[in-house]
């Protein structure tokens, strides 16, 4: 496999410290290319220049490189890289990227980062990485690193930070294993009030052969496994927890996103789908949770985490966005509905029992997805921690995915 690390800053400001950061992954023996994203002059010492970057952005490399406006420059750099470099990574062999910068440097780096492959080692040097890093990150495997110091200048704080991630990205590169799972890869979201049903999924599946990966469904997690389905390295998905729909309707801090279910249903792949904890929408701390929702039921999970009880109406809302989704379904899909409750908290005695509210949402859900012989809605006489619901996850998941069961 090739040994050789992309390195990338601005270095019209930035170069001496890239260079040393070049220099320290070449005395531990592997490859470097240098490469320039620049907004504003160019350096000698790139590789890669800032004009070969800024080519790749739609409008030409003008739209990069002639912009007055310092914001507007970085902004058209990250879209020209968001193209560049997963191509580069697709057509040579990369053995992993680094990055360092500031805000802006960052904002620039971080989203073509996002768009490369799971497992590929990736490691930003950034002034922002202490702080609230989701914007950066993603749903990706970036590596961050906090500089301490302002990336401005080698000194002896700075040459210890640089030094350090350069042999991080190393150890990365030069560790990895090409990890052949010969199993077949499922992808399930699972929250803590519906763990029950899914490790019994999850052993089921494995039973039969598959590797099943587990996704808490925190917003990212959900996104986190849909990035696995664009990159072909999840085979069929059992959606057994949508509870992030609730979060994205109604305001809560751990949304689906816009394009949940998109690339599952464009992809075609195997789909077993459930509303586990769709009972709920999740704020941070008690004091946090915006005033308009004050006459609400809630439940303190822990210091950092409240549960508001979703309502009837709100539920016929989720079901209606759900169902706009599925409608484009191509491939079989199944959407299972337990019809003694959604969650451990939506049970009878415990405190987001409900039975009007999901009565409600299962309703309009039957209602909305326009039902046919690959696209069927069915109802179950159980909990979603039942074990009889399990087996029906199971059996569903064999009928969509054409697999004979033992």
């Not at 040579?92 to 497992?119: N, R």
């Amino acid at each position: 496999m090739s040994k050789t690390i992309y390195a990338l800053a601005t270095m019209d400001t930035k170069a001496d410290e890239i260079c040393f950061v070049a220099d320290a992954i070449r005395n531990a023996g592997l490859d470097v290319v240098l490469v320039d994203l620049s907004t504003r002059g160019h350096s000698d010492r790139a590789d890669i220049s800032a004009e070969t970057v800024a080519a790749a952005h739609p409008a030409g490399p003008a739209q990069v490189l002639k912009q007055t406006d310092r914001g507007q420059a970085v902004t058209a750099m990250a879209a020209a890289l968001r193209l560049w470099l997963p191509d580069q990574v697709n057509t040579k062999e990369i053995a992993g990227v680094i990055a360092i910068g500031g805000s802006g440097g960052t904002a620039i780096v971080a989203p073509a980062m996002q768009a490369l492959p799971v497992g590929l080692p990736k490691l930003i040097v950034s002034t922002v990485a202490s702080g609230n890093t989701q914007p950066y990150v993603g749903h990706s495997d970036i590596t961050m690193m906090y500089s301490v110091v302002d990336v401005a200048g080698l000194n002896s704080v700075s040459r210890r930070i640089l030094s350090n991630a350069a042999h991080a990205i190393v150890g990365m590169a030069s560790r990895m294993q090409d990890i052949t799972e010969a199993r077949p890869a499922l992808g399930m979201t699972m929250f803590g009030v519906t763990t029950p049903c899914v490790d019994m999924v999850r052993g089921s599946l494995e039973s039969q052969g598959f590797d099943p990966l587990v996704f808490h469904a925190t917003g990212t997690g959900g996104q986190a496994m849909e990035k696995l389905v664009a990159d072909d390295l999840i085979r069929g998905v059992l959606d057994i927890t949508t509870t992030e729909v609730a979060d994205e309707v109604v305001g809560g801090i751990m949304p689906a996103g816009p394009q949940r279910f998109d690339v599952i249903l464009e992809r075609g792949i195997p789909y077993v789908m459930s509303l586990g904890a769709l009972d709920m929408v999740n704020f941070g701390a008690r004091e946090t949770v915006p005033a308009q929702f004050a006459d609400r039921q809630f439940l303190v999970h822990n210091p950092q985490v409240t549960l508001m009880r979703t309502t009837a109406e709100e539920n016929r809302q989720f079901a209606r966005w759900i169902a706009g989704k599925v409608n484009r379904s191509t491939a079989p899909v199944e959407i299972l509905i337990p019809e003694q409750g959604i969650s451990m908290l939506d049970k009878q005695g415990e405190p987001f029992y409900d039975p009007t509210a999901d009565q409600c949402l299962f309703e309009t859900l039957e209602q909305e997805v326009i039902q046919t012989e690959t696209r069927r809605v069915t109802r179950h006489d159980c909990h979603i921690n039942d074990a009889e619901f399990t087996t029906a996850l199971v059996e569903a998941f064999a009928r969509v995915s054409g697999t004979r069961f033992q």
